[in-house]
């Protein structure tokens, strides 16, 4: 079945770290690339980041830079985003998105989504 | 970045009726355009993508047109399975950008 499956919600204090995953199955990984959309709450849509599983090239949001690592491990068809340091405007939630690549890296769009992580950060 | 402007940012039609949400791209995208439904509690799911061409299994009631900064997303006839929030995203470059969103309820 066509799907991503991301890790369970997670609650931290400011200043902790954090790695939430999302395992795909259901197509060849490495074909697409795989990116996180974060939604705070009550709010609209934001792209973060998409990386490519077969050579991990990645590329961030000008907002997210800096701010989040994506990472990616083809061998187990899964992929990451970590936080070394979250603050408490981390509260969100975080979805992994199958990422649909327009030719010469133009632009892109999402065809699957995950079910969506959430991480609140609160002391 | 590319600004995306939708509107209304809410609307509640009655079952049956055709429903328009418009999304304006400042500067022009030319067809490098997707549409989202979020139903409540539930994560978005592609409707339209290169502006018209309706991705797989999405009802034939919906439908999307539009090139350069103007575009539309219609719902020839509202259904309750509907009601949900709709945003637009631009891929013409990068940083890919969404509209705020309009939220449809039916009533």
């Known amino acids: 079945e066509l799907q991503l499956v991301q890790s369970g919600a997670e609650v931290k204090k400011p200043g902790e770290s954090l790695k939430i995953s999302c395992q795909a199955s259901g197509y060849s990984f490495t074909s697409y690339w795989i990116g996180w959309v974060r939604q705070m709450p009550g709010k609209g849509l934001e792209w973060m980041g998409i990386?490519?599983?077969?050579?991990?090239?990645?590329r961030y949001s000008p907002s997210f830079e800096g701010q989040v690592t994506i990472s990616a491990d083809k061998s187990i068809t899964s992929a990451y985003l970590q936080w070394s340091g979250l603050k408490a405007s981390d509260t969100a939630l975080y979805y992994c998105?199958?990422?649909?690549?327009?030719?010469?890296?133009?632009?892109?769009?999402?065809?699957?989504w995950g079910r969506g992580t959430m991480v609140t950060v609160s002391s | 970045d590319i600004q995306m402007t939708q509107s209304p940012s809410s609307l509640s039609p009655s079952v049956g009726e055709r429903v328009i949400i418009t999304c304006r791209a400042s500067?022009?995208?030319?067809?490098?355009l997707a549409w989202y439904q979020q139903k409540p509690g539930k994560a978005p799911n592609l409707l339209i993508y290169s502006a018209t061409t309706l991705h797989s299994g999405v009802p034939s009631r919906f439908r999307g047109s539009g090139s350069g900064t103007d575009f539309t997303l219609t719902i020839s006839s509202v259904q309750p399975e509907d009601v949900a929030t709709y945003y637009c995203q631009q891929y013409n470059s990068a940083p890919i950008t969404f509209g705020q969103g309009t939220r449809l309820e039916i009533k």
């Open positions: 990386i490519n599983p077969r050579d991990s090239d990645t």
């Open positions: 998105v199958r990422t649909v690549v327009v030719t010469g890296m133009r632009g892109w769009y999402f065809d699957l």
């Open positions: 500067p022009g995208i030319s067809k490098f």
